[in-house]
C-alpha cells in the first residue's frame, strides 16, 4: 500500500511539474512574440529613417541652384 501513496504522490508532483513549466513556456512563447513584433516595428522605422538621410545626403550633393547664394569665398 505504501508503494501505491509514493507513486501517488510522486505523480502529482510530476503533474505540478509539468504544469509550471507549461505556463513558464507559455509565457516565454508570448514575451518572444511580444519581442519580435517590437523587432519589426523598430526595423520599419529604421529603414524609414535611413531612407530620409539618404534622401537629404542627396539633396545636400546637388549642384548649387541659379538662387542658391555664392559662397563666402566669390
Do not use: C
Not at 11 to 26: G, M, R, V, Y
Not at 39 to 65: F, V
Amino acid at each position: 500500500m505504501s508503494d501505491i501513496v509514493n507513486l501517488e504522490k510522486r505523480i502529482d508532483e510530476l503533474e505540478s511539474h509539468l504544469t509550471h513549466q507549461e505556463n513558464t513556456i507559455q509565457d516565454l512563447s508570448d514575451i518572444t512574440a511580444k519581442q519580435w513584433e517590437t523587432i519589426d516595428t523598430l526595423m520599419h522605422k529604421i529603414d524609414g529613417m535611413k531612407n530620409r538621410i539618404l534622401s537629404l545626403e542627396e539633396g545636400n550633393q546637388s549642384a548649387p541652384g541659379p538662387d542658391d547664394p555664392l559662397p563666402p569665398h566669390f
